[in-house]
């Protein structure tokens, strides 16, 4: 198992290609516990963030992969065709694949301003899958 220092060295690495990939001019920047993210996003006060997997604010430009995240994780998928589409929820580990994927769902509300559903999950595996997107610049 790596060590913290060790997973945001590649969680940074992972922001850099993803970023430039979906076409962010300005890298987002990146925090790894509820503390660093307070502090960042000058936040005054402490929330219940200890319970959160992630978090994103387009107006600090900042994302937060809590890799002090401790509790029970769900993960969401879609199935079914169009029109007939249901969720499955999964409950899964809270591991580096996980950290991963909540760093690409941070990335989308920064880059699109999406809300969650079948969309927002689609373009989560578009990007895992390496499409490609046109730059845009975040204000
Ligand atoms: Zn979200």
Not at 114 to 133: A, L, T
Request: hydrophobic share 30%; charged share 35%.
């Amino acid at each position: 198992m790596k060590n913290k220092i060790q997973k945001s060295k590649v969680l940074t690495r992972d922001l850099v290609k993803y970023s430039e990939q979906i076409g962010l001019t300005a890298i987002p920047r990146i925090t790894f516990s509820p503390k660093e993210w307070d502090k960042v996003c000058n936040n005054k006060r402490r929330t219940k963030r200890d319970r959160w997997l992630g978090c994103s604010s387009r107006k600090d430009n900042a994302i937060l992969v809590n890799l002090e995240y401790a509790g029970p994780v769900q993960s969401v998928e879609y199935r079914g065709r169009k029109n007939k589409r249901y969720q499955v929820i999964k409950n899964v580990k809270w591991n580096m694949k996980e950290a991963r994927h909540t760093l690409i769902h941070e990335l989308v509300h920064i880059r699109w301003k999406m809300s969650h559903g079948y969309e927002f999950w689609k373009r989560i595996e578009q990007i895992e899958n390496g499409r490609i997107f046109p730059s845009i610049e975040i204000k």
